[in-house]
């Protein structure tokens, strides 16, 4: 083998550096090797290699968006209790891994006193994944960090525990068109108007034909207004995604009182007996109220405990809604899809007409 191929990939513009590098040693022996795993308890993984070789993984609970000092502190910890090994799993989830299980509890303990929750694993409400929000994006229509902190304050025990029917998957989202995923309860941003336009800015700001054609419903078009080229929308054929924001910011599409939150339920993540999709918008409208969302944390917690109650054992939320149908699920979680949540909700309205899947 020459040197040269004998030298790890080394980063590039298109590309990551080669992960093999960074995985601790007895995860790269033992690739593909793999017999049986167990959890011995919330928060813990073993895994038992057909060669005998052994590690137990701790997830922890991190708040993703982390400070300099957050991060060396969990790095202290992974050296001092760990092997010096760690990952990030999607949902921010920090894991640690140790080949001895005498490194399991004292490493449970120092995170738990450093204020780092282990757990998230099996039947339980793990991490919530989320957008970027205010600190980090320059379109969101809320702080989907800030809606998960408060989510996770009012959950922290079904995390640390495994007490749900089945495994409960949360997401969240600052937009309708960037970032985000799909879980068993979406939290998302919900414009209820179309955008108000700068006129005086547009020329200056935006490249219009790439506006006109970010539209998935063609409703921009150019236009002259007092004299200036700028753009205007169709209002008619406008089902207010905020696509048309983050290429021209003079189309504004934020708003105190048109900037709303929505929730869906039973989704991609919900039901291995169905198509992927979400199936239904369980309430529209909530007001996008920081720092703390209390109407959005109270609808969720009426979710997830009329679920915790309800369903039965290994069955996940869509598969239970499936069975006890829609009218018995607003029934159980107190909830009313109402008229007066359509009518406020444009964007809903509308997509209705081009969303075959969603049925109110």
Not at 32 to 50: A, F, M, N, Q
Not at 131 to 140: K, M, N, S, V, Y
Not at 158 to 169: D, Y
Not at 221 to 247: I, Q
Request: glycine share 8%.
């Amino acid at each position: 083998m020459s040197e040269a191929a004998a030298k790890p990939r080394t980063p590039d513009e298109i590309g990551v550096p080669d992960h093999i590098q960074y995985m601790h040693p007895v995860l790269k022996k033992n690739m593909g090797k793999w017999d049986w795993h167990e959890r011995p308890r919330v928060g813990v993984l073993h895994h038992v290699s057909k060669t005998g070789d052994e590690i137990w993984t701790v997830r922890a609970g991190t708040q993703r968006q982390m400070d300099v000092y957050t991060i060396r502190k969990l790095c202290d910890i992974g050296d001092e209790y760990a092997e010096g090994h760690v990952r990030f799993t999607t949902r921010s989830n920090i894991e640690y891994m140790v080949s001895e299980e005498s490194k399991v509890e004292p490493l449970i303990k120092a995170l738990e006193e450093a204020g780092f929750p282990v757990g998230g694993t099996g039947a339980s409400i793990s991490m919530i994944s989320h957008t970027q929000g205010w600190l980090h994006c320059d379109i969101p229509g809320t702080d989907a960090s800030g809606v998960v902190k408060s989510m996770m304050d009012m959950l922290h025990h079904e995390f640390t525990h495994e007490e749900m029917p089945n495994r409960l998957r949360i997401t969240t989202s600052c937009c309708q068109i960037n970032c985000g995923g799909q879980g068993d309860i979406a939290i998302n941003v919900q414009y209820t108007k179309p955008p108000k336009i700068n006129h005086d800015l547009v020329a200056n700001v935006c490249e219009r034909p790439a506006v006109v054609a970010r539209c998935p419903v063609a409703a921009i078009r150019p236009a002259m207004v007092d004299g200036k080229p700028t753009l205007e929308v169709d209002e008619k054929k406008c089902v207010c995604c905020g696509a048309c924001y983050p290429p021209c910011p003079p189309m504004q599409i934020n708003g105190e009182e048109s900037t709303k939150i929505a929730i869906w339920v039973g989704g991609k993540h919900s039901n291995a007996r169905s198509k992927p999709t979400f199936h239904k918008l369980a309430v529209a409208n909530l007001p996008n109220n920081p720092p703390h969302w209390p109407e959005v944390a109270e609808v969720v917690k009426k979710i997830v405990y009329a679920y915790k109650d309800n369903a039965k054992h290994w069955e996940r939320m869509g598969e239970w809604i499936d069975r006890i149908g829609w009218t018995k699920f607003f029934e159980l979680t107190g909830l009313a899809f109402t008229k007066h949540h359509l009518d406020t909700w444009t964007g809903a309205r509308k997509t209705m007409n081009m969303s075959a899947h969603i049925h109110f």
